[in-house]
């Protein structure tokens, strides 16, 4: 089957650098989307990742390694504004968009 | 600006009243996706467009159908809802190039509930 596995809660500190890991397991692989989803509101998409390394998008990174089944999602300078659910999603053979439960993060001052 | 955009934002319905939501888009992308997300869930993917091919989850309940009469517009109909059709109700596109697709883009969703 197609899994997706990411934290379900995580906490920080205003101000820190937290990492949102995500390890996946899907009938092939067509990229990996990190979306960014506030309590109550739709996904907006963060990055996207296809070849192995990490993109950088000013205070968000995101990394992926193909053969490991990972990816993970870098936040930097946290602000209280990024408090909000991480949503890991890897597109599989069938150009289909397999989800994980999302993490949700909580930023405390 | 082009969008995503999703009416009502709040339906309340009752028990085995039929709803219809609806969507439609200015970006011009050739795919349209409904999901349902249950909260703390991951999105459910129920049905998507590939311009005009209709594509069915295979778990997707008979309970609930789709049109979609151009390519901006998108109606996702349940015929009879329950309690746990409460849900919030997404609407997304992206477009293909080169037989692949790029990111999704989100409406912000309408939030049903069911009485």
């Known amino acids: 089957g197609q899994n997706i596995d990411q934290p379900t809660e995580m906490t920080a500190t205003e101000g820190a650098i937290v990492q949102i890991n995500c390890t996946y397991q899907?009938?092939?692989?067509?990229?990996l989307f990190w979306y960014q989803q506030h309590a109550g509101e739709a996904p907006t998409f963060l990055s996207y990742n296809v070849l192995d390394g990490l993109e950088e998008k000013g205070r968000f990174s995101s990394f992926l390694s193909r053969s490991k089944g990972y990816s993970y999602l870098l936040l930097k300078e946290l602000q209280m504004k990024d408090s909000a659910s991480y949503l890991c999603a890897v597109m599989d053979s069938n150009y289909q968009l397999i989800w994980g439960a999302g993490t949700k993060l909580i930023i405390k001052p | 600006d082009a969008m995503v955009i999703q009416n009502p934002r709040y339906q309340v319905t009752q028990f085995g009243k039929p709803v219809t939501l609806s969507c439609s888009q200015t970006l011009n992308h050739n795919v349209m996706y409904w999901y349902q997300q249950k909260s703390s869930q991951a999105p459910k993917l129920l049905f998507h467009?590939?311009?005009?091919?209709?594509?069915n989850e295979a778990d997707t309940p008979d309970n609930f159908q789709s049109r979609r009469p151009n390519t901006s517009f998108c109606f996702l109909d349940i015929r009879s809802p329950g309690l746990g059709d409460a849900a919030m109700y997404l609407c997304a596109t992206s477009r293909t190039s080169g037989g692949s697709y790029n990111e999704q883009f989100f409406g912000p969703g309408t939030r049903l509930t069911v009485l």
């Open positions: 899907t009938s092939g692989f067509n990229g």
């Open positions: 467009y590939y311009d005009k091919d209709f594509n």
